[in-house]
């Protein structure tokens, strides 16, 4: 069975304390991960998408990577702005043979100024 | 710069109530895809369209949900009756098609249902 587990559940920073979030995933047939944020009561905003193990892609003060079995979301120096929940998700083919995303739980980031 | 719209933003209605979302994707964007996301989950598939053909409803509780796309553009999800346990965000989101390499998906703002 596919699953997709991010950790923490919630994560307090002080403004300009990096750290790094997590997103485990068993899944057959990985096509991609993808990286989302959501600010409350909207709808996700697309990141990053990651294919293959040993990539990298970067935006601001935010860097993905991707292993075989994990992906990691560093934020450098986040700003109270970066506070949001990230949303992390595989793309496999389900057992229809269509191609879609299943999500993780989300961390939920807060930045204190 | 393009977007996927939703209406209406928010729907409160009672229990076994008929509701209906609908929702207007990126033009160009063959694939649609409605979600649901309880409040602190992640969005869960519900349906999805390749053009105006379901591609997958494996997830769509078809006892009350029904979901369509007749001309391929826009879409309807529909919920009859409603029960307590569909409060939720409805999320749509389009991507241009499932082949695509890239799939990126983009997401609409999101239906928020409150059923009483």
């Known amino acids: 069975e596919d699953q997709v587990t991010q950790s923490p559940e919630a994560l307090r920073l002080q403004e300009g304390e990096s750290s790094s979030l997590n997103c485990s995933y068993t899944v057959s047939g990985l096509r991609g991960l993808f990286w989302y944020r959501q600010d409350p009561g909207k709808g996700p905003e697309f990141l990053f998408t990651?294919?293959?193990a040993g990539e990298e892609k970067e935006k601001e003060r935010l860097k993905a990577t991707l292993t075989k079995k994990e992906s990691f979301l560093h934020i450098t120096a986040p700003k109270p702005e970066d506070s949001a929940t990230y949303l992390c998700?595989?793309?496999?083919?389900?057992?229809?043979?269509?191609?879609?995303?299943?999500f993780g739980t989300g961390t939920r980031l807060t930045v204190i100024p | 710069e393009a977007e996927v719209a939703q209406s209406p933003r928010y729907k409160i209605t009672e229990k076994s109530q008929a509701v209906a979302f609908w929702c207007d994707p990126i033009?160009?964007?063959?694939?649609l895809y409605w979600y649901r996301q309880i409040l602190g989950q992640g969005p869960e598939l519900l349906v999805q369209f390749q053009d105006e053909s379901v591609v997958d409803d494996s997830q769509l509780p078809k006892d009350r949900f029904s979901a369509e796309r007749l001309k391929g553009v826009d879409s309807t999800l529909k919920i009859q009756p409603a029960e307590l346990g569909d409060s939720a965000m409805y999320l749509c989101a389009s991507s241009l098609e499932t082949s695509h390499f890239h799939n990126e998906q983009f997401f609409g703002p999101g239906t928020r249902l409150t059923v009483l």
């Open positions: 990651l294919y293959s």
């Open positions: 998700a595989v793309l496999r083919v389900d057992q229809t043979g269509a191609n879609n995303l299943f």
């Open positions: 033009s160009g964007h063959a694939t």
